[in-house]
């Protein structure tokens, strides 16, 4: 059983940067073909998926948020991690992270989920 919980600060002050790590269990982040995600989720506009790394760490992010976003992981941790920069408050979220079987492919397993609030 695959498990992925999610951990970081819950408040960030605008302008500065968003950093969230993943840790898994139950299974490598380095296995074939899997994908992992970020996901968050705000009341006004659901759910908004911002990047992936694959098994081989190769990225992928979102056009919206290509500018701002970094996934990064460490293999010998079994984590990986979000960083977000110059956030505001709309970046205020419930922020996942997932696995994926593929690309295109809706997320097999999820995290908890971990409020993040920008704030001064």
């Known amino acids: 059983q695959v498990q992925l919980q999610e951990s970081g600060p819950g408040l960030v002050k605008p302008s500065q940067t968003l950093s969230l790590t993943c840790t898994v269990s139950?299974?490598?982040?380095?296995?074939?073909?899997?994908?992992w995600s970020w996901i968050r989720q705000t009341p006004g506009k659901g759910l908004q998926w911002i990047g992936h790394?694959?098994?081989?760490?190769?990225?992928y992010y979102s056009p919206s948020l290509k500018s701002r976003t970094s996934i990064s992981r460490d293999a010998s941790k079994n984590q990986f991690t979000l960083q977000l920069s110059s956030v505001t408050p709309e970046d205020t979220a419930v922020y996942y992270c997932?696995?994926?079987?593929?690309?295109?492919?809706?997320?097999?397993?999820w995290g908890q989920g971990t409020q993040v609030t920008v704030s001064s």
């Open positions: 139950g299974g490598s982040i380095t296995t074939n073909y899997y994908y």
């Open positions: 790394i694959t098994y081989s760490g190769s990225t």
């Open positions: 997932t696995r994926q079987g593929g690309w295109g492919r809706l997320p097999d397993y």
